[in-house]
């Protein structure tokens, strides 16, 4: 199974400011890593997949790079509503995981 | 716009069986690959199952194998989890996944969830 391992646990910021959040992969995965976001009380929603990619109607501050074993998701800057749990996700091999998620706190 | 809801979740006794529907709407079902993923309150997500599009392939995560069976209707736009031998840590809510693509196994769109109590 390929373990993904998201850090910070916990990103406390302010409006305004970049947050970088990271996950890394047990083991390769190309770039098929998709990040999701989730706020209390509802669903994940795409934001990112194949590493890069934006899904419909993400807005241009969130972007993510990386490939192999090494992942980044970047909001250049913070808005009220980003404030959330991110998690990341790998399709290369069954099963299917998740990391275990990055809070995104107002400081 | 595409939509999922899932029913058939609620309290059930340690050893017990339940079955989840999903109605599927918005897009055409019998193209795309559906997966189920659950998350307990305040926890992870953890995948659970999936199905291609046509229900001749289907995958588990070996917490769930042998126990779970993921199905389909596409003539109805329904997926099914048969949910059987059911412990405390099937306590979770349960959501219903749409692949982005055929053979993309990331989930662009997700229902709002299904909550399965296992408790005596």
């Known amino acids: 199974e390929i373990v993904l391992t998201q850090s910070p646990g916990t990103l406390s910021l302010s409006p305004g400011e970049r947050a970088t959040l990271s996950c890394r992969a047990s083991?390769?995965?190309?770039?098929?890593l998709a990040w999701y976001q989730q706020k209390p009380g509802q669903a994940p929603r795409l934001l990112i997949y194949?590493?890069?990619n934006r899904a419909t109607g993400i807005p241009a501050r969130f972007s993510g790079s990386g490939s192999g074993t090494d992942f980044t998701l970047t909001i250049s800057s913070l808005e009220a509503e980003d404030f959330a749990v991110y998690f990341c996700?790998?399709?290369?091999?069954?099963?299917?995981?998740f990391g275990g998620g990055t809070k995104v706190e107002i400081k | 716009e595409v939509q999922l809801l899932e029913s058939g979740g609620g309290l059930v006794q340690p050893g017990g069986s339940l079955r989840l529907s999903c109605a599927a709407s918005?897009?055409?079902?019998?193209?795309?690959?559906m997966s189920w993923v659950r998350q307990a309150p305040g926890k992870g997500l953890e995948w659970v199952s999936a199905?291609?599009?046509?229900?001749?392939?289907?995958y588990y995560a070996d917490s769930v194998k042998g126990r779970f069976t993921i199905s389909r209707d596409n003539s109805k736009n329904t997926l099914y989890l048969q949910m059987n031998s059911l412990t405390a840590e099937d306590t979770v809510v349960y959501y219903c996944?749409?692949?982005?693509?055929?053979?993309?196994?990331?989930?662009?769109?997700w229902g709002q969830g299904t909550l399965v109590t296992v408790s005596s």
């Open positions: 996944t749409k692949v982005k693509a055929t053979s993309d196994w990331f989930f662009d769109s």
């Open positions: 918005g897009f055409t079902f019998g193209m795309y690959a």
């Open positions: 199905i291609s599009a046509t229900g001749d392939k289907t």
């Open positions: 083991r390769g995965i190309r770039s098929h």
């Open positions: 194949d590493s890069s």
């Open positions: 996700q790998q399709r290369t091999d069954w099963p299917l995981t």
